[in-house]
Nanobody, 117 residues
Framework: QVQLVESGGGLVQPGGSLRLSCAAS????????MGWYRQAPGKERELVAR???????TYADSVKGRFTISRDNAKNTVYMQMNSLKSEDTAVYYC???????????WGKGTLVTVSS
């Protein structure tokens, strides 16, 4: 059974930092591209950052220079360090694992990040 379990969300003040983690089980983690998406109230889910199985990251323009995605294949975990958080970063953040070659696409249940003073 595939599971993606996010953690690390919470309430933080503007300008603060959080680190999200996503622990994967039931998949061969190293062959999956891993991503973080977010969905704010009343908005569509959007890609925040992705890291390929070859360890190459990409970012949405809105978070470039503030967020850093990384992965630890030995721990089957993907991380996202979020710095200089803004109120507009408030959303539920979802972990995603995708392997297009085999048609596999999995989602976590999400973790809430609230940026507010």
């Amino acid at each position: 059974q595939v599971q993606l379990v996010e953690s690390g969300g919470g309430l933080v003040q503007p300008g603060g930092s959080l680190r999200l983690s996503c622990a994967a089980s039931g998949i061969i983690f190293s062959i999956y591209h891993m991503g973080w998406y977010r969905q704010a109230p009343g908005k569509e889910r959007e890609l925040v950052a992705r890291i390929t199985s070859f360890d190459s990251p990409t970012y949405a323009d809105s978070v470039k220079g503030r967020f850093t995605i990384s992965r630890d294949n030995a721990k089957n975990t993907v991380y996202m360090q979020m710095n200089s958080l803004k109120s507009e970063d408030t959303a539920v953040y979802y972990c995603n694992a995708i392997n297009s070659r085999y048609g596999m696409n999995y989602w976590g249940k999400g973790t809430l990040v609230t940026v507010s003073s």
